[in-house]
């Protein structure tokens, strides 16, 4: 059974910087590739960034490429998102999700995509 334990969210003002974790358990993550996705109230759920198995490859949704950096720890299980100059609009809940192992090698968009999602950690950016 895989389960993903997200944290790290919290209140910040805009311009800080905040570090998402996300911790997988139940399978060996390295096979599996990684997401973040983002809830704002009243919006429907949008992709934000994703990491192949391998990490080698990484994409970003536009709105936070080069402020946003998405990585992964395969011996700690966990995959980050370090957060930089935060904007009221990255208000949301964060959810990190894993795509089951399918030998692709490559990283996912869409949340269809995945098969497993964490809780979500709030992010709440003050201006």
């Known amino acids: 059974q895989v389960q993903l334990v997200e944290s790290g969210g919290g209140l910040v003002q805009a311009g800080d910087s905040l570090r998402l974790s996300c911790v997988l358990s139940g399978r060996t993550f390295r096979s599996f590739a990684m997401g973040w996705f983002r809830q704002a109230p009243g919006k429907e759920r949008e992709f934000v960034a994703a990491?192949?198995?391998?990490?080698?490859?990484?994409y970003y949704l536009y709105s936070v490429k080069g402020r946003f950096t998405i990585s992964r720890d395969n011996a700690k299980s966990t995959v980050y998102l370090q957060m930089n100059g935060l904007k009221p609009d990255d208000t949301a809940v964060y959810y990190c999700a894993a795509k089951t192992p399918d030998g692709s090698g490559t990283y996912y968009v869409t949340a269809p995509s995945y098969d497993y999602w964490g809780q979500g950690t709030q992010v709440i950016v003050s201006s």
């Open positions: 990491t192949s198995a391998s990490g080698d490859i990484t």
